[in-house]
């Protein structure tokens, strides 16, 4: 029977060895590992570089466009202005002071023994200006727009023939006062007062009158 013998048996073992050492095998996964992370370090810098290109093209079109927006913003802040101004006029022309319509009121407070002589109306407007939004400490302090303030007085100035003066003209006052004319459209009454009043007189022989001044004050208004 023949006997074989392996001389390389020690240099196979070796070899079998170093092919299962561990440090290879750590090695070559950190290799592995490596080339990994390369590669996704590649592509997220890639996806940063495109990332950066739409940037810089969409601050380009937004540059391009915001001439055009603030010409529309603009344009939006004077179409406000002319609104606001518009209705102003629209409130001021459909609440503006009638004299057909006060003169035809007055027909109706009329009296047999008293005579209107003379009528005048004062008007006055106070303008005041616009008040700027202000911001302090965080705390915002809405602004004002600006305004206009209108007064209105009336003076009736007239002859009382009556034999008995003070009640003719307490009569007059009162049927001023209470005219649907001459009482506010929100339904406060306007200021009805004597103004003057003159001692009894006569002309050239004529019958006794007493000449009175009534004021009637409009409330304020502010458009």
Request: charged share 20%; proline share 5%.
């Amino acid at each position: 029977m023949a006997i074989r013998l392996n001389l390389l048996a020690e240099a196979q073992a070796l070899e079998d060895m170093r092919r299962r050492d561990p440090v290879k095998r750590v090695v070559f996964a950190g290799v592995v590992l490596a080339l990994l992370t390369l590669c996704y370090s590649s592509s997220v810098q890639f996806k940063m570089m495109m990332t950066k290109s739409e940037l810089s093209r969409l601050e380009s079109e937004l540059a391009a466009l915001n001439p055009e927006y603030q010409s529309i913003q603009s344009n939006q802040t004077q179409l406000a202005d002319i609104t606001q101004r518009e209705h102003a006029l629209v409130r001021l022309a459909t609440n503006r002071m009638l004299y057909g319509t006060l003169l035809n009121a007055l027909q109706h407070t009329a009296l047999p023994q008293v005579q209107l002589v003379r009528l005048k109306t004062d008007q006055s407007y106070v303008y005041t200006e616009e008040v700027k939004a202000k911001t302090n400490a965080n705390r915002v302090t809405p602004g004002k727009p600006a305004a206009v303030t209108e007064r209105i007085l009336l003076t009736m100035e007239a002859k009382d023939t009556s034999a008995n003066p003070g009640d003719s003209i307490n009569t007059f006052k009162d049927s001023v006062a209470s005219s649907p004319y001459l009482v506010s459209p929100t339904g406060t009454s306007n200021e009805v007062r004597l103004a003057s009043l003159s001692p009894p007189q006569t002309v050239g022989g004529s019958k006794p009158f007493v000449l009175f001044t009534l004021e009637c004050r409009y409330p304020e208004v502010t458009r």
